[in-house]
């Protein structure tokens, strides 16, 4: 377990420009060392399941892994599991909830792995969440030298693994590195991805901050059942949290309207965030415009060179 403390942040933030920029590289760093694992093993392993919970970065890593890999000349598919959810109308008992893997067509993700990797033309469908149905599809190329990156929260888990566990790589992505405040309490990853949400659900899908915080309570039920369970599975853990993070969490949660009306002393004390924002609040905002375009941290701020 790494941890980092305030202090050092608050030194770093003296050159902050230099200070993103250092933390980029090592998160590059990350990236590089899992494309060496997933190289190593390619004729074996064709597959790569990439997972992490809600707000671990997951979509921008699985991104910036084809692009190195593409750098390289390597042909990459990437698929995300999202699209293969099943329609609301079909999906079994079992799916008691958006969190459960029994939500995804499971035997049409495995069969689409499987064509790409056989250099087969298929059909890839996208998901429509405002209808709950699939909204169309999209062709894509297979290539049997091709590495094919599917990303998604259940894939780990043993319903869509055990069926390619061995011809993939298992990528775990989640924030790892806890914080320890100036009165030495610690700030878990949790409350980290809650953060990074709180910005990304307010600019993106229209939630008030407490909304966000809200559905959290379930988000994280569903990685206790779902998620975490499964991360053993992974050959590569890649930690997505970057040091400058608080800085640039300072930044952006200060610039949300009624940011202090709606997260009250009394809110954060009851939903286990109050050391998160004692944090946030204890060091300078982050100004510099050096954030790259391909940061993990853009998935959550904007201003991304990705779609999601």
Request: net charge negative; charged share 25%; aromatic share 8%.
């Amino acid at each position: 377990m790494r941890v980092i403390d305030t202090e050092n942040i608050k030194l770093s933030m003296r050159n902050e420009t230099l200070f993103v920029l250092r933390c980029e590289e090592v998160f590059h760093d990350k990236i590089s060392a899992a494309v060496g694992t997933i190289l190593a093993s390619r004729s074996d392993k064709p597959f790569v399941a990439l997972t992490g919970p809600s707000g671990s970065g997951k979509t921008t890593t699985a991104m910036r892994l084809r692009d190195y890999l593409e750098n390289l000349g390597v042909k990459v598919c990437l698929l995300s599991m999202d699209n293969f959810f099943l329609p609301a109308a079909e999906r079994p008992p079992e799916a008691t909830d958006w969190e459960s893997p029994y939500c995804v067509n499971v035997d049409l993700l495995v069969n689409t792995l499987s064509r790409l990797a056989d250099g087969q033309e298929v059909q890839v469908p996208w998901y429509d969440f405002k209808t709950g149905t699939t909204g169309g599809w999209r062709t894509m190329q297979g290539d049997r030298h091709a590495i094919i990156i599917a990303e998604g929260i259940h894939m780990l888990n043993p319903l869509i693994f055990d069926k390619i566990r061995g011809a993939a790589n298992g990528v775990y992505v989640a924030p790892r590195t806890r914080i320890i405040t100036d009165d030495d309490k610690i700030v878990r990853p949790e409350q980290l991805r809650v953060a990074r949400r709180l910005i990304r659900d307010y600019n993106t899908r229209g939630h008030s901050l407490r909304q966000t915080v809200e559905r959290a309570r379930s988000v994280d039920r569903g990685e206790v059942n779902y998620i975490r369970p499964f991360k053993d599975n992974a050959d590569i853990h890649i930690d997505s949290f970057h040091d400058y993070e608080p800085c640039i969490l300072a930044k952006y949660l200060g610039e949300i309207p009624q940011f202090r009306q709606e997260l009250t002393a009394e809110f954060l004390e009851e939903n286990g965030l109050t050391d998160l924002m004692k944090v946030v609040n204890s060091v300078p905002p982050l100004h510099t415009p050096y954030v790259p375009a391909n940061s993990v941290v853009r998935e959550f701020v904007g201003g991304s060179c990705y779609e999601y």
